[in-house]
């Protein structure tokens, strides 16, 4: 159910990303980029709170 879900702040480029202020988003704040990659260390019951970090 987690794996659909396309955050930056779950991104495996996350660290080094130069479009993260400039990709589109959509309602339910996932990113639409063409370099999006998850990050398989982050498990997903963790996604929420690295989404709730990453913001905020």
């Known amino acids: 159910m987690g794996t659909d879900k396309k ?3 779950i991104c495996a480029w ?3 990303c ?3 202020f ?3 988003t959509d309602a339910s704040g996932n990113v639409h ?3 999006y990659t998850r ?3 982050i498990k997903d ?3 929420e709170a ?3 970090k990453f913001d905020g």
Do not use: E, W
Request: charged share 35%; aromatic share 4%.
């Open 7 to 9: 955050y930056c702040a």
């Open 14 to 16: 996350r660290g080094t």
């Open 18 to 20: 130069q479009k993260r």
């Open 22 to 24: 400039s990709v589109s």
């Open 33 to 35: 980029c063409p370099d």
């Open 39 to 41: 990050d398989l260390a």
């Open 45 to 47: 019951q963790d996604v």
């Open 50 to 52: 690295a989404k709730k």
